[in-house]
């Protein structure tokens, strides 16, 4: 277990991921494939030369996946009970094959459960930055998670 238990949480706690992660040709080719999505945007670097990126830009949900997942040793690895949503997906500025993304989390919110006493609703904003510094995507996203257990 790695993740914080819900009532060790507070409201502004910060995570600054240690795990970076460089996005691979395969990554993006791989999981847009995978995910039947057809857009030139992420496939065709012909079509993408002539644009005003002049390269092809990582598939988006690679890039929501990727900067949850990093989170998730940090926050919810072995505590969480379930992911319950995402809110306000943003992808201010876009990702390229490689670029290296580096996560950040705070809590912004804490809930007590109404109806599971041993677990409490939890919300993080997730921000994800490129190497220079660049915020490339956000979200909020909420989750139902463990108390620790009684001893």
Known sequence: MAGVWFDEMVVGQRFDHAIRRTVTETDNVLFTTMTHNPAQLHLDEAYMA?????????????????????????????????????????????????????????????????????????????????????????CKRSGLQRKRPAA
């Not at 990093?70 to 943003?90: C, F, H, K, M």
Request: with cysteine; hydrophobic share 40%; proline share 3%.
């Open 50 to 138: 002539g644009t005003e990126f002049g390269t092809r830009i990582v598939n988006s949900c690679f890039t929501l996946g990727l900067m949850v997942g990093i989170s998730v040793n940090d926050t919810t690895l072995g505590t969480a009970v379930a992911n319950l949503g995402w809110d306000e997906v943003r992808f201010p500025k876009p990702v390229f094959v490689g670029d290296t993304l580096n996560i950040a989390s705070e809590v912004l919110e804490l809930l007590q459960s109404k109806s599971r006493p041993d677990a409490g609703i939890v919300t993080f904003l997730h921000q994800a930055y490129n190497q220079n510094g660049d915020l490339v995507a956000s």
